[in-house]
């Protein structure tokens, strides 16, 4: 069996982490909340299982594999 290469997009809620500066707990959190390029210190656990996304996901053709591609993500685990 000839094996191929795909790229799987998931989507998933996940528990991230980020060091905010702020002048308090509130100005912290409306910060985090209303930044939607909020990027995070660290994943620290998926909550649920990967739901994958049939658009996105596909698979790799040979010109893919010499140049990468960016998909800007925004907003992780708000859906």
Not at 10 to 39: P, T, Y
Not at 48 to 63: G, R
Request: with cysteine; glycine share 2%; net charge negative.
């Amino acid at each position: 069996m000839d094996s191929k290469k795909y790229e799987i997009y998931c989507r998933f809620s996940a528990l991230g982490k980020k060091v905010v500066k702020a002048s308090s707990i509130d100005e912290a959190i409306q910060i985090a909340e209303s930044d939607d390029k909020f990027e995070f210190d660290d994943i620290v656990r998926v909550m649920e299982p990967c739901k994958v996304d049939q658009k996105l996901s596909h698979e790799v053709t040979e010109s893919e594999s010499e140049e990468q591609q960016h998909i800007e993500f925004k907003n992780w685990g708000s859906e």
